[in-house]
Nanobody
Framework: QVQLVESGGGLVQAGGSLRASCTAS????????MGWYRQAPGKERELVAS???????YYSNSRERRFTISRDNAKNSVYLQMNNLKPEDTAVYYC??????????????WGQGTQVTVSS
């Protein structure tokens, strides 16, 4: 079955960096778009960034590119590099497998999430 396991969250001071990782299993990783989403307390889950099977990326906030999504198909993994973190970035970050290879597909499977907490 599809499994997505996130790691790399933690507590960091404002201005710091973290790298979240998601390791996938149970499907042909290279054939699917992947995404990173986050959910802050009391808010809806939102897209942070996504990457197609071919490596095309999309960012929900393109004006302030502090985050970078990447993938390593040989390792069945997708990453989210988070730089210059702000307290408002505090959330549970989820990895998701989308329904197909393109960025236009929606998320279908979710990991358990990794907590990112940014202190001021």
């Amino acid at each position: 079955q599809v499994q997505l396991v996130e790691s790399g969250g933690g507590l960091v001071q404002a201005g710091g960096s973290l790298r979240a990782s998601c390791t996938a299993s149970g499907f042909a990783f290279g054939m699917y778009a992947m995404g990173w989403y986050r959910q802050a307390p009391g808010k809806e889950r939102e897209l942070v960034a996504s990457i197609s099977s071919g490596g095309i990326t999309y960012y929900s906030n393109s004006r302030e590119r502090r985050f970078t999504i990447s993938r390593d198909n040989a390792k069945n993994s997708v990453y989210l590099q988070m730089n210059n973190l702000k307290p408002e970035d505090t959330a549970v970050y989820y990895c998701a497998r989308h329904r197909g290879p393109s960025l236009q597909t929606s998320p279908e499977y979710w990991g358990q999430g990794t907590q990112v907490t940014v202190s001021s």
